[in-house]
Nanobody, 117 residues
């Protein structure tokens, strides 16, 4: 059974930092990453990382957020610095399993990040 569990959200002032963690279990995962969803907005990509360490970031977080991964622990991290009120959202972790012809994506339950001005 695949499980994806996030932690590390909270309330922080603008300019502050937070570190999110996500542990996936039950399989071997290819891509992992973070998405976020603000109230009344669609879920959007924040950052992704492959098992080989290749990363991809949304333009809005480049230079402020860093994604990293520990393959041995099936854990992905998101270090968030210089946080802005517009970063406020529920952050969701994804963990992908790649089969021969398709990839199945699993989601965590989400963790709230609130940045006050």
């Amino acid at each position: 059974q695949v499980q994806v569990v996030e932690s590390g959200g909270g309330l922080v002032q603008a300019g502050g930092s937070l570190r999110l963690s996500c542990v996936a279990s039950g399989s071997i995962f290819s891509g992992m990453g973070w998405y976020r969803q603000a109230p009344e907005k669609e879920r959007e990509l924040v950052a992704t990382i492959t098992s080989g360490g290749s990363t991809n970031y949304a333009d809005s977080v480049k230079g402020r957020f860093t994604i990293s991964r520990d393959n041995a622990k099936n854990t992905v991290y998101l270090e968030m610095n210089s946080l802005k009120p517009e970063d406020t959202a529920v952050y969701y972790c994804n963990a992908d399993i790649t089969f021969n012809t398709y990839t199945r994506r699993y989601w965590g339950q989400g963790t709230q990040v609130t940045v006050s001005s």
